[in-house]
């Protein structure tokens, strides 16, 4: 049953992982690669503030506002310096690793002592505290986003993604919104790792190596499963996210060790793609076969 909880507490976590990369992958189609150095960066960033002595709603609160600027540094080196996004993300990662650990002065903090988000709300167990915690967050950070994208900024922010000609046919600055998108997407990842941080009650900087992956995972799978039910893109990351730490409970009760979960994480991705393109062709073929 502790597994279970832990699943399904991990899963809502790296649900809200899984939306600030569905903006930049799904709604705006660039391949940010910051990710991997900003969910450390929100991890490292809560444990600073927290041990400053911070309330840890203010500090979880200014982690996503302080993350944001790491989206700004990412499209500074793309759309100021022309920097291709791919190698943007690279380079944003790279910097954010040595500003990493120069926030605490060392690789990883331990948080045992220090009061959480989670310590603000109790019934009796400890694992239901914690899942009602974040489900609080998960559907407030969901209703915000959805609420966003239903917005004019919203729809130009996908309207980008789609065609940005037409964005500028319309008067309007598709940079902008390209800006707006990476320090939303980079804010949420943030708050994601500063979240995993208080639940695991310690922040590092081996939180990052893969956590793209892990996103790309949750909204592939959401993606793959739902994708003929009428459902927001959010609510498929959500599921996608809870699917995937599923998958891993299963993993490890099968026998793997923790270690071997990154594996497992490529697997799953490659897994899904290759059923993606073969369902993709074979759709294809029968179209083709019925105009014949």
Same mark, same amino acid.
């Given at each position: 049953?502790?597994?279970?909880?832990?699943?399904?507490?991990?899963?809502?976590?790296?649900?809200?992982?899984?939306?600030?990369?569905?903006?930049?992958?799904?709604?705006?189609?660039?391949?940010? %690669?910051?990710?991997?150095? =900003?969910?450390?960066?929100?991890?490292?960033?809560?444990?600073? %503030?927290?041990?400053? *002595?911070?309330?840890?709603?203010?500090?979880? !609160? $200014?982690?996503? !506002?302080?993350?944001?600027?790491?989206?700004?540094?990412?499209?500074?080196?793309?759309?100021?310096?022309?920097? #291709?996004?791919?190698?943007? *993300? @690279?380079?944003?990662?790279?910097?954010?690793?040595?500003?990493?650990?120069?926030?605490?002065? #060392?690789?990883?903090?331990?948080? $045992?002592?220090?009061?959480?988000?989670?310590?603000?709300? =109790?019934?009796?167990?400890?694992?239901?505290?914690?899942?009602?915690?974040? !489900?609080?967050?998960? !559907?407030?950070?969901?209703?915000?986003?959805?609420?966003?994208?239903?917005?004019?900024?919203?729809?130009?922010?996908?309207?980008?993604?789609?065609?940005?000609?037409?964005?500028?046919?319309?008067?309007?600055?598709?940079?902008?919104?390209?800006?707006?998108?990476?320090?939303?997407?980079?804010?949420?990842?943030?708050?994601?790792?500063?979240?995993?941080?208080?639940?695991?009650?310690?922040?590092?900087?081996?939180? *990052?190596? *893969?956590?793209?992956?892990?996103?790309?995972?949750?909204?592939?799978?959401?993606?793959?499963?739902?994708?003929?039910?009428?459902?927001?893109?959010?609510?498929?990351?959500?599921? $996608?996210?809870? @699917?995937? #730490?599923?998958?891993?409970?299963?993993?490890?009760?099968? $026998?793997?060790?923790?270690?071997?979960?990154?594996?497992?994480?490529?697997?799953?991705?490659?897994?899904?793609?290759?059923?993606?393109?073969?369902?993709?062709?074979?759709?294809?073929?029968?179209?083709?076969?019925?105009? %014949?």
């Amino acid at each position: 049953m502790n597994l279970i909880y832990t699943t399904i507490e991990q899963g809502l976590i790296y649900t809200i992982l899984g939306i600030g990369v569905f903006l930049t992958y799904k709604v705006l189609d660039i391949a940010d %690669l910051s990710v991997d150095s =900003t969910f450390p960066f929100g991890a490292l960033l809560f444990a600073k %503030l927290a041990t400053l *002595g911070l309330n840890p709603i203010l500090g979880t !609160v $200014g982690t996503f !506002v302080l993350g944001t600027l790491t989206g700004l540094l990412a499209a500074v080196l793309c759309i100021g310096l022309k920097i #291709k996004p791919l190698l943007a *993300g @690279i380079l944003n990662m790279t910097i954010l690793y040595s500003i990493n650990l120069r926030i605490n002065g #060392k690789a990883n903090v331990s948080l $045992g002592q220090t009061d959480t988000i989670f310590d603000y709300f =109790t019934v009796g167990n400890r694992y239901w505290d914690r899942i009602i915690v974040m !489900v609080i967050i998960v !559907v407030i950070v969901k209703i915000l986003v959805d609420i966003y994208l239903k917005t004019e900024s919203g729809y130009m922010l996908v309207a980008t993604g789609d065609n940005k000609s037409l964005v500028r046919s319309l008067g309007e600055s598709a940079n902008k919104y390209v800006i707006i998108g990476l320090m939303l997407s980079n804010g949420l990842v943030a708050l994601s790792g500063a979240l995993l941080s208080q639940s695991q009650k310690f922040a590092d900087m081996q939180m *990052g190596p *893969g956590t793209i992956v892990i996103a790309l995972a949750s909204i592939i799978i959401g993606d793959t499963i739902f994708r003929y039910r009428n459902i927001r893109g959010t609510t498929r990351v959500l599921m $996608g996210a809870i @699917i995937y #730490k599923l998958i891993n409970a299963i993993a490890l009760e099968a $026998g793997l060790q923790p270690s071997d979960f990154k594996m497992v994480t490529g697997i799953i991705v490659v897994l899904f793609i290759a059923y993606n393109n073969t369902y993709a062709s074979w759709q294809i073929k029968k179209i083709s076969r019925r105009r %014949l």
